[in-house]
């Protein structure tokens, strides 16, 4: 198994920043890949940015490439997702997601991301 937990949400102004942790424990060692999901009142969850575990290989979804980046840290098994340039439709609670080698999926419980105008 493998236990995640997000941290850095909170209320920011348009245009203002946010940066987004998951540390991940547990089965680390057969991770495949981790990514952010979020998901907003009344919609389904969404996703934004995958990295690949071994060769850092990155995945965007449209809304936020250019601004979203998605980092890791090996040695901390430890996700990042810098995102500049927010806007009031990325409020929403952000989802880390970790995929193990076996397929094995987990989520994190969430941090809320509140962007005000």
């Known amino acids: 198994q493998v236990q995640l937990v997000e941290s850095g949400g909170g209320l920011v102004q348009a245009g203002g920043s946010l940066r987004l942790s998951c540390a991940a424990s547990?089965?680390?060692?057969?991770?495949?890949?981790m990514g952010w999901f979020r998901q907003a009142p009344g919609k389904d969850r969404e996703s934004l940015a995958f990295?690949?575990?071994?060769?850092?290989?990155?995945y965007y979804t449209d809304s936020v490439k250019g601004r979203f980046t998605i980092s890791r840290d090996n040695a901390k098994n430890t996700v990042y997702l810098q995102m500049n340039s927010l806007k009031p439709e990325d409020t929403a609670v952000y989802y880390c997601?970790?995929?193990?080698?076996?397929?094995?999926?987990?989520w994190g419980q969430g941090t809320q991301v509140t962007v005000s105008l």
């Open positions: 990295i690949s575990w071994s060769g850092g290989s990155t």
């Open positions: 547990g089965r680390t060692f057969s991770m495949y890949a």
């Open positions: 997601y970790a995929r193990l080698v076996e397929s094995s999926g987990y």
